[in-house]
């Protein structure tokens, strides 16, 4: 293989020229004082596509997940999550050490979808008048889950139990677009049960930089205040918003070759080591490889793929891989050809 198959992350896809092309040419402006005009474009088009009155441009989904738990939430208080969602594993520490947020914890019981009577119960008031929840927050597609898919009707009902709390429902969409493939729903389908939501631009998307997070206009205005406190103040930041909108009007129809890539791939690795993964189970472009029963570390099995050219990652006990558009049908055959060659070396796997 002449360049590594690199499957870490859907983050590491490139700009294609076309977006490059964009971002040399970009009309800008500062951004700070809310007057470049190409993020101002980006801003407008993720308000007209999500049906929400606003939104804003940010580095980072964490950073837009970060501001909206200071906003939505209060120090010393709760935010409800499923167990294993990025907002309340991998960000704990930033919520904990920038806002002051707890979380409690529902697991669910199946790939991470939270169900309405889960959260319904978790809303019962609490006897000792301690715990105080300020808000519920989703994840949609849930990572640690492969990639599943929560359809908008359960969204729904968990808005309704909000509503009747009188609290507001927060939903980070990083993969919301591959969400949207599956179910054939529109973002504005998930975006009209929140009170707010975010997604990324940099991953599926293909745009090397990003996200938006929308809402309605006064809690917009004060994300764009906290972004200056949070350190997120852009200058000539239509540079990066020109490949973001270009990655809003080209990027989601593209998504089911991903998935369908990933699929292909789960199948090739299910063959290669029986038992490591169930295909059925890759809704969109994320797949989780259980090499447990194969014998060996992670960490070997990750050295000896990457000397073959293909590049995975960790999480967990579990290797990942995700699939993006700088991956295609040759990219996924050099991958099998990968995991064939290690599993033969380790002396595992299918022998026939």
Request: aromatic share 4%; proline share 4%.
């Amino acid at each position: 293989m002449d360049a590594p198959v690199d499957l870490r992350s859907d983050t590491v896809s490139r700009p294609s020229a076309a977006m490059r092309h964009a971002m040399a040419t970009a009309e800008v402006g500062d951004d700070w004082y809310g007057d470049d005009p190409t993020v101002n474009r980006l801003q407008d088009l993720a308000a007209e596509l999500t049906g929400k009155p606003a939104a804003a441009f940010l580095p980072t989904g964490t950073m837009c997940n970060q501001i909206a738990l200071s906003i939505l939430g209060r120090t010393g208080h709760s935010v409800i999550c499923e167990a294993t969602a990025h907002i309340g594993d991998n960000e704990a520490a930033s919520s904990a050490a920038l806002s002051g947020i707890a979380f409690h914890y529902l697991p669910a019981a199946d790939a991470g979808a939270l169900t309405a009577d889960q959260i319904a119960t978790a809303l019962e008031p609490d006897p000792y008048h301690v715990e105080v929840v300020d808000l519920v927050a989703l994840e949609n597609t849930h990572q640690a889950s492969g990639g599943s898919v929560l359809p908008v009707a359960e969204v729904r009902a968990i808005s309704k139990i909000c509503a009747e709390h009188n609290l507001p429902l927060y939903l980070d969409g990083a993969r919301i677009f591959n969400a949207c493939v599956v179910t054939g729903a529109s973002i504005a389908d998930y975006a009209a049960e929140t009170t707010a939501m975010m997604f990324c631009l940099s991953k599926g998307l293909g745009a090397p930089i990003g996200s938006m997070l929308v809402g309605d206009t006064e809690f917009i205005t004060e994300v764009r205040r906290r972004k200056i406190l949070f350190g997120g103040a852009w200058r000539q930041a239509g540079f990066l918003a020109a490949a973001g909108i270009l990655a809003l009007q080209e990027g989601p129809d593209r998504l089911a070759e991903d998935h369908a890539n990933a699929r292909r791939l789960a199948e090739g690795v299910a063959e290669i080591l029986p038992g490591s993964i169930d295909p059925a189970r890759v809704p969109t472009n994320i797949l989780f490889i259980d090499v447990a029963g194969h014998g060996h570390g992670l960490r070997e099995w990750v050295r000896r793929l990457a000397a073959q050219g293909l590049l995975v990652t960790t999480i967990g006990s579990r290797l990942r891989m995700v699939t993006h558009v700088n991956i295609g049908r040759q990219q996924i055959t050099d991958a099998l050809a990968a995991w064939r060659t290690v599993a033969a070396e380790l002396g595992t796997g299918s022998k026939g």
